[in-house]
């Protein structure tokens, strides 16, 4: 079920998937074109969402903070981002981009534009 809310793009109810959440956030990652895992009082994450609308694209972002095991997703984000900081985390295609630092380099270096275009999220 989709439901759009404010301009982010899609918001996603979790489903109930497999107990584990790794193979939870891999699943969800892999459905959409662009995937956000945010906690919605987040101010990278609340910039993140505004980065991708404001280009056009509709990412569907999962609130880790409205689901009753969404810190555990929070923690298989961290273990796949190698630090602390579990959010954001933008998924293009399926394939970890990463966090907000990584999301803003392939912006500022022009590498994010072809890998939106390539997961069929822009268009131009």
Not at 26 to 38: G, N, P, T
Request: hydrophobic share 45%.
């Amino acid at each position: 079920m989709h439901y759009q809310g404010d301009s982010w793009g899609f918001y996603m109810p979790m489903r109930s998937m497999g107990s584990d959440p790794m193979e939870r956030v891999v699943k969800l990652a892999s459905e959409s074109a662009v995937v956000i895992f945010s906690v919605s009082s987040c101010c990278m994450c609340h910039a993140v969402k505004r980065l991708f609308c404001g280009m056009g694209v509709n990412p569907t972002v999962y609130e880790l903070d409205q689901d009753p095991r969404g810190k555990e997703m929070e923690r298989a984000l961290m273990r796949l981002l190698g630090n602390s900081q579990s959010v954001p985390v933008v998924f293009i295609g399926g394939k970890l981009i990463g966090a907000m630092d990584q999301v803003m380099a392939s912006h500022i270096n022009g590498t994010l534009v072809p890998l939106l275009k390539e997961a069929g999220a822009l268009w131009l």
